[in-house]
């Protein structure tokens, strides 16, 4: 499709912060609190009493944020102005773990924000459609951005030539999120981000 490099980028915790209007979500429908002992956000929702809820539960609260609560999401500090210095010579896709009913209304609310790049959507692991994107595109090299360290193995088992780039945009959760062994770098603030991205495309 093109020689231009190609970012394939992450949504939530890179470019937009989810976990604090997740939590404000949480208390002021459902009146339940979030408390991160540990980065797994479906074991550490309490109710009231301070039990954790059953993990059968947490799928259709996640689904509520997304249906009513996603225009509560902020971008990440400096995230919009970075990704439109890449995209004056990158072509830009973001990938995301959501149904596919919330692919346009993550595409409109990114629009919104300042962010109005083509959104894919996907379910389970990003090896393969970061593959299918290598494939697609053509680019003359590409750069993956993800907050969970099981995304830069897939990655790197589909397509070991993509550099990866670890990025968790929440301070809450940077200490939580162990360092992802199959990235490149792990960096959490996106002016650096952006420095080290254009440098790999010897920029």
Not at 26 to 55: C, P
Not at 85 to 96: F, K, N, P, R
């Amino acid at each position: 499709m093109s020689a231009r490099p190609l970012v394939i980028s992450d949504c939530d915790e890179v470019l937009l912060h989810f976990v604090t209007p997740f939590e404000a979500y949480l208390q002021s429908v459902h009146d339940l609190t979030l408390k991160l002992d540990s980065f797994a956000l479906a074991g550490n929702i309490r109710n009231a009493k301070g039990e954790a809820i059953e993990m059968t539960a947490f799928p259709s609260l996640l689904d509520g944020f997304f249906d009513t609560h996603m225009p509560t999401q902020t971008p990440a500090p400096h995230a919009v102005e970075s990704l439109a210095a890449l995209a004056e010579t990158c072509d830009i896709v973001i990938l995301t773990n959501l149904g596919d009913r919330y692919n346009a209304p993550r595409t409109a609310e990114l629009r919104r924000l300042g962010m109005p790049y083509r959104v894919v959507t996907n379910q389970g692991p990003k090896g393969a459609p970061v593959a299918a994107l290598v494939a697609e595109y053509r680019p003359s090299a590409t750069v993956f951005i993800d907050d969970l360290p099981p995304h830069h193995s897939s990655v790197k088992r589909a397509s070991p030539d993509v550099r990866r780039l670890h990025m968790v945009a929440d301070a809450q959760l940077q200490p939580l999120i162990p360092p992802a062994i199959d990235a490149d770098a792990r960096i959490d603030d996106w002016p650096a981000a952006l420095l080290r991205i254009q440098s790999w495309f010897g920029r």
